[in-house]
């Protein structure tokens, strides 16, 4: 069973408090991965969907 996609490239991810910007998402093997502007890879476990931020709510 693989795991629901949290968030598109575009979107952002307040993680360790900050706030990055999602630019890639890799969802091989049903695992998804995804790249934040400052090069770091986070899985789905590392944050939750309360997390994701559209670009309209941050301004």
Same mark, same amino acid.
């Given at each position: 069973?693989?795991?629901?996609?949290?968030? +598109? *490239?575009?979107?952002?991810?307040?993680?360790? =408090?900050? #706030?990055?910007?999602?630019? %890639?998402?890799?969802?091989?093997?049903? +695992? *998804?991965?995804?790249?934040?502007?400052?090069? =770091?890879? #986070?899985?789905?476990?590392? %944050?939750?969907?309360?997390?994701?931020?559209?670009?309209?709510?941050?301004?």
């Amino acid at each position: 069973m693989s795991d629901p996609i949290k968030a +598109q *490239p575009g979107d952002f991810i307040s993680i360790d =408090q900050r #706030i990055l910007r999602v630019v %890639f998402v890799n969802d091989r093997d049903g +695992q *998804p991965q995804y790249e934040l502007e400052n090069g =770091q890879c #986070i899985g789905n476990r590392d %944050f939750s969907f309360e997390d994701v931020l559209l670009e309209s709510e941050l301004f």
